[in-house]
Each structure stands twice: as structure tokens, then as C-alpha cells.
């Protein structure tokens, strides 16, 4: 049996190359939403504020939000050798993960989100542990557990909704 082969017209082929390259180079929409800068404190003070304001419904999403900004500071902070802030930091991040666990039921409405948010978190903290000296790397490994068992809740959840 031989098996038939078309071909596609010379044309039509070099229109269809750069489509697809594009396509392959472009990030997902989602992907690309999640903001990598630093925020700023007066951020993170008004993200608390919308979070402890907000309906349970929306907190565990916020709570990732957090979460993540907060990451973002951490690794900051380490950088720069602000052990005492980014130690601080860390207790924080890990009361707000804590909230997350303890609202992620309440929250269906954003729950993929926070899932997709929670792991592109703990890929970059991840990445700070890596890079971190031996003196840090035990409270970032510990906070890096917990982030990566939240995690797979969320992804629990968002497997069962």
C-alpha cells in the first residue's frame, strides 16, 4: 500500500512558513498578561487592601496576586543583599499562601488563574533558590515548598470545577 503525499503549492508554502513561525514565537494571551516588574510598596499596601476587601469569591486569585508580587520583591530584596527585608518578605508571602489554601474553595470564578499565576510564581522562585547563597536558600527552599503544594491544590480544583 502506498500512501499518498500531496503537495502544497511552492506559494502557498512560503506564505504558510512565516505564519506558522509566528504563531510559534507568540506567547499566549494569558502568559503574557503576568507582569514580571517589581511592584511598588504603595502596590502591594492597595493589592492587601483589595484583597481583605474583597468578596470570598475573588480572594484567592488577589491572594495570588500577592503572592507573586511579593515573590518578585523577595527576589529583589535577596539581589540586592536586604536579607533583613527579604526575610520579612518571605513571612509575608507565606501568610498570604496560607489565605490562598483557606479560600480556594470559596473561589471558582478565577481559579484557572490563580493556578497559572501560582506556577509561573514558583518557576521564577524557584529561580531565585537556584541563585541564592547557602544562607538564604533554606527559607526560600521552604517558602518554594509550600508555593509548589499550593500549587497543586489549585491545580486540584481547577481539574475537579
Do not use: W
Not at 94 to 104: F, K, S, T
Not at 151 to 160: C, G, K, P, T, Y
Amino acid at each position: 500500500m502506498k500512501a499518498r503525499c500531496r503537495s502544497i503549492a511552492p506559494g502557498a508554502a512560503s506564505l504558510l512558513i512565516p505564519i506558522i513561525l509566528c504563531a510559534l514565537a507568540t506567547p499566549p494571551v494569558r502568559a503574557a498578561a503576568i507582569d514580571d516588574s517589581v511592584p511598588a510598596p504603595e502596590f502591594i499596601a492597595q493589592l492587601e487592601l483589595r484583597a481583605a476587601a474583597a468578596k470570598p469569591r475573588e480572594q484567592c486569585f488577589l491572594y495570588a496576586q500577592l503572592v507573586h508580587s511579593m515573590t518578585q520583591l523577595a527576589g529583589k530584596q535577596f539581589g540586592e543583599g536586604d536579607f533583613e527585608h527579604g526575610s520579612a518578605t518571605l513571612k509575608k508571602i507565606n501568610h498570604y499562601a496560607q489565605l490562598i489554601q483557606g479560600n480556594m474553595a470559596n473561589d471558582t470564578k478565577r481559579l484557572k488563574d490563580a493556578e497559572m499565576l501560582m506556577q509561573h510564581t514558583t518557576s521564577h522562585l524557584g529561580m531565585y533558590v537556584r541563585q541564592a547563597s547557602a544562607d538564604d536558600r533554606a527559607a526560600l527552599q521552604a517558602t518554594l515548598t509550600q508555593l509548589d503544594h499550593i500549587h497543586d491544590e489549585l491545580l486540584s480544583q481547577v481539574f475537579n470545577h
